[in-house]
């Protein structure tokens, strides 16, 4: 099936280790997106990246980390930085840059135990 | 940067009954998408809707962009509608996300 998967679905981690997210499409789309939501609230933008090997910052990029060396994969790893990281991770993608259809993956429950 | 405002933040309805939910927005954008939170977490496209009106199943949408304005119709709900409905605008290449809609159906 075609779509976007991101493993592990929950993930309990103790503060002061870094975890890495994985975000996985085979929709050959260009562009990946790491998005953070908090309880109640609406998604905030953590990074995203238009093309392979490039990636820019969004609105809370602070204590977060991400690569993307091939087209299918951006991984998202939260660093002992982020003060705050429990939350709903949600990875996105699309066909170019903008004016497109953005589709989501089931989301990543991390907890900081 | 650009502001996204959606109302009612709560909604309960009764099976049957129809609805509206508002979409406001703060500047001009190129593109507009509805997308419903289920709860388990998963976020389905509604609709991609920039301008115009759109029409699937029970479900409609029209968005003016002159008035930065987006509505999403529900009509004859359905328990299976519960969730978290939001909007989402984008101006260059960010998608920026409103607080959404809890809608609850009951039975």
Redesign the interface.
Known sequence: DGGITQSPKYLFRKEGQNVTLSCEQNLNHDAMYWYRQDPGQGLRLIYYSQIVNDFQKGDIAEGYSVSREKKESFPLTVTSAQKNPTAFYLCASRQGRSGNTIYFGEGSWLTVV | ?IQ?EQSPPDLILQEGANSTLRCNFSDSV??L?W?HQNP????I?LF?I?SGTKQNGRLSATTVATERYSLLYISSSQTTDSGVY?C?V?R?????????TILRVKS
């Open positions: 940067g996204v190129n593109n998408q997308f388990w977490g998963q976020l496209n991609y920039p939001f989402a984008e260059g290449n960010k998608l920026v996300f409103g607080a959404g």
